[in-house]
């Protein structure tokens, strides 16, 4: 019991009563009529909103029971958080990757790698896309899922890779060769037609997973990841890139135009780690933050990735469900970390370093750490979206939509022989986005169980506490230059559609929208006008820094949303102006909400990076 | 009602971890496996396709899956014949991609306008208007009872989560919902897209031997 809260158990209880009522309902035979004389049905064929019937009764869809998240019970707490495996290179690719495409030899790829001879491949990778069988929940809560996945498996193998050197950046330059080998037949939903998106690499477009770039079952895409700073060909070439656009944790993920959220909901995602000469991955050098080690020993791993999403289960068949006419955002009941619904995670007294990413589709997350009584552990945020902050910031929550990515520093030092759990708090009853309200400890949602009962182990890790004031990390580059264009994006509803301007994603056959010079600075206005949507705006390629919030100054404590980013977490009612400098390679880029029902349902916009640029404001 | 009781008792117990023995005994003692088996493709049809039947503008009575959605490649919207808001351009934009489309429809591919005003539309109306914009085989303009016909708007997703917006029917959901029954491939679009937009979009849940080769880019 003490395992689950007093509101999760209630929740749990009138779900599970719920369904069976209504099954029992339709095995007694009961039509429409008897219902209606019942007094259980409306006239409009909703049951009626009474306990028992439908666990959300009063949803915003219109008390409709079918979609509504009521997947079977589960007990949570009980499997061990998976580690995610590390990818490992492979000798070399048949046939050989080539700067042209080989669209003979069954490449979907269009346009040629545009940075293939100035940082050559170091390394190779290849995954399939394809059908993987897993299990979710402890054996027999949940029969086995059929999932789509990188290698079959979801979230895909984590890929850990290092910036070149000065002097050498094509050292760090990698490519991925990904074969879509995924079934005709779908189980449900999804579309076997797929492109893959390395968010946020720096990465040359024809390589970075534009949505119309997509490839076909039996087809392979080369993705060249040169992981080079932004700046390497221009304002930083001496320097090898301006190492302060370092980006840290990113992620990959399917980006299928109007298909992109069945398709991670599926499976289609996994992560992704930079490590360079300051962010070492090792606690004896550089900024000295908790060791990588081989990502899966637990006495000398301390950087752990954690990727969550929510998920809703059938209550008949127990099976993965995606709403496939829903067009305003989804939200799961059971609440998965590295591909298991509420596991456990064990951890020695000491210093940890915790890269949160979340894969959707629809859900914001205000992340707590609680501890034992109801209290709240603080912790040390250290980056926006996998870019290192100034320094560690001491914080009691961290908040992250879709797509957001947060680094944090958790210290358990003296907690040896104590429980935690990271805990949401952020109030959400559907895709719209969260009600703003944070719940008190304990009232939220727990995701994680974290059990201090590790073996003592070495800390050579920074103390953040003792990090003298000022600078410890890179710092952040200058917003100074004057921008070559103000471009505004208002981010829209009308008539059930996502509009960006008012204009729908048009087709990808279409001009572009907006065009990026080469090499220039843009200052770019997001706008919500919604007091009922919020959105996270995605743009590819480039890391911006935010001027100003609803004209405010960033903040740099509390929820941080100072820094480099590339989600604006666009809330209510609110107008922000952000900075991008857009550097050394061109090509098709979509800005992009990246609530991924959004998304999918015309929220985008189609650009370009080219030498000549436009100027569009309201593009 | 007592069984119902007794439910609510073992699902009392199940949501606690210790008692995950007692609620196998419960479900032995009902001898019913936990979870039911039945294939996706039946829970899609349980989900958003109940058997109504609907009235289409030719007069025919029709039944909304059997009939209607079954073995097809289908195009579902909202409309009503007096519309004077986003039913135009979606109308006039459905009339041109019934002319790309050519002569599939009807055959394979299948375009349904469900009305929101079912008590305006009769069959008449529905006529009058299909008649207004030359429609063709193959597209057919239903109505049906309030009750079945808001069925089908709620389980298609047609409705906004603001009861207000949802209300106001001028202003209605301009989203064009698609898909290919046997192939368990859905999708939506915009109505208000460029009409070969919308075929290209339909293009990626047609059957295997139909689907372009290469849609790289849009490849026009």
């Known amino acids: 019991m003490a395992y689950i809260s007093k509101r999760n158990l209630r929740k749990e209880k009138e779900k599970q009563i719920a369904a069976d009522n209504r099954r029992e309902l339709i095995a007694a035979g009961f039509k429409r009529r008897d219902l209606l004389k019942m007094g259980l049905l409306t006239s409009a064929g909703m049951l009626i909103p009474k306990k028992g019937l439908s666990a959300r009764p009063l949803n915003t869809r219109g008390a409709f029971d079918d979609d509504e998240p009521n997947s079977p019970p589960t007990t949570p707490f009980q499997e061990l958080m998976p580690r995610l495996p590390v990818l490992q290179p492979v000798p070399s690719l048949n046939p050989a990757p080539t700067a042209d495409p080989q669209p003979l030899l069954g490449e979907a790829r269009t346009e040629r790698h545009q940075a293939f001879q100035l940082f050559p491949p170091q390394r190779f990778y290849e995954m399939t896309q394809q059908e993987g069988t897993v299990l979710m929940a402890p054996a027999g809560e949940l029969p086995p899922q059929t999932i789509w996945g990188f290698n079959g498996t979801t979230p895909g193998p984590l890929i850990v890779e290092r910036y070149g050197v000065l002097g050498r950046p094509q050292d760090g330059s990698v490519l991925l060769r990904l074969r879509n080998n995924l079934p005709s037949t779908n189980g449900g939903f999804g579309l076997p037609s797929v492109t893959t998106h390395l968010h946020n690499g720096h990465t040359p477009l024809e390589s970075d997973g534009f949505p119309c770039f997509f490839m076909e079952r039996g087809q392979f895409y080369d993705h060249h990841y040169p992981n080079v700073y932004a700046g390497v060909l221009s304002t930083h070439q001496a320097q090898g890139g301006d190492i302060r656009e370092a980006m840290h944790t990113l992620w990959y993920h399917d980006h299928r135009i109007d298909h992109t959220a069945e398709n991670t909901y599926k499976g289609l995602a996994g992560a992704y780690i930079l490590f360079n000469e300051r962010d070492t991955g090792n606690e004896n050098t550089g900024f000295r933050l908790p060791s990588f080690g081989d990502g899966q020993n637990p006495l000398t791993s301390f950087d752990i990735y954690m990727v969550f999403n929510d998920k809703v289960f059938d209550d008949r068949t127990g099976l993965l469900k995606f709403d496939l006419f829903n067009t305003d955002g989804i939200l799961g009941d059971k609440f998965l970390v590295n591909g298991k619904i509420n596991p456990v995670l064990h951890v020695s007294p000491r210093r940890y370093r915790f890269r949160w990413l979340n894969t959707g589709p629809s859900r914001f997350y205000q992340m707590f750490i609680l501890g034992p009584n109801n209290t709240t552990k603080s912790f040390w945020q250290i980056s926006n979206d996998g870019n290192l902050l100034e320094r560690p910031v001491q914080v009691t929550s961290s908040r992250f939509s879709v797509a957001e990515r947060v680094d944090v520093i958790v210290d358990f030092t003296n907690d040896a022989g104590k429980t935690f759990y990271l805990e949401n708090r952020l109030e959400q009853h559907d895709g719209r986005g969260p009600t703003g309200d944070v719940l008190g400890a304990g009232q939220g949602d727990k995701i994680l169980k974290i059990v201090v009962d590790g073996p003592q182990v070495a800390d050579n890790s920074v103390n953040p506490a003792n990090i003298p004031a000022g600078v410890y990390f890179y710092g952040f580059p200058d917003t100074n230059e004057a921008p070559r264009i103000t471009r505004t994006f208002r981010f829209e509803r009308g008539n059930g559609e996502w509009q960006v301007n008012g204009q729908l994603v048009g087709g990808c056959d279409r001009p572009p929208r907006f065009q990026i010079k080469r090499n220039s600075v843009e200052k770019w206005i997001f706008q919500n006008n919604s007091g009922g949507w919020q959105h996270p705006i995605h743009m590819h390629f480039e890391e911006f820094q935010t001027l100003s919030i609803n004209g405010n100054a960033p903040a740099a404590t509390g929820l941080i949303t100072k820094g480099r980013k590339d989600v604006f977490r666009l809330e209510h009612n609110m107008e922000a102006v952000v900075y991008f400098r857009f550097r050394d390679f061109i090509g098709r880029i979509p800005l992009h909400c990246h609530n991924v029902v959004h998304e999918d349902h015309a929220m985008m916009v189609l650009g370009e990076i080219n030498d000549v640029g436009d100027n569009r404001t309201n593009p | ?220």
């Open chain 2, 1 to 220: 009602m007592t069984d119902l009781k007794r439910r609510g008792l073992v699902a009392t117990l199940a949501a606690a971890p210790f008692a995950a023995p007692l609620l196998a005994g419960a479900q032995a003692l009902e001898s019913k496996p936990k979870f039911e088996q039945i294939s996706s493709r039946e829970r899609i049809r349980q989900r958003y396709f109940p058997n109504l039947v609907l009235t289409a503008h030719d007069g025919r009575k029709l039944k909304f899956y059997d009939d209607l959605v079954k073995d097809k490649i289908v195009i579902f919207n909202m409309f009503y014949a007096q519309c004077q808001g986003i039913c135009s351009p979606i109308t006039r934009n459905l009339v041109k991609l019934q002319q790309i489309l050519g002569d599939r429809v009807g055959k394979d591919i299948f375009m349904y306008s469900f009305t929101l005003k079912p008590k305006e539309d009769n069959v008449k109306a529905l006529k009058h208007y299909a008649e207004m914009h030359k429609v063709k085989p193959g597209w057919l303009f239903l109505t049906g009872s309030v009750e079945d016909m808001e069925t089908i708007r709620r389980k298609l997703g047609y409705v906004d989560p603001d009861p207000q917006v949802d209300k106001d029917v001028s202003n209605h959901i301009g989203v064009l919902k698609y898909g290919n029954e046997p192939l368990e491939r859905w999708g939506g679009c915009p109505g208000r897209s460029a009409p070969d937009w919308i075929a290209e979009t339909l293009s990626w849940v047609d059957w295997p031997k139909n689907q372009k080769a290469k849609v790289n880019g849009g490849g026009k």
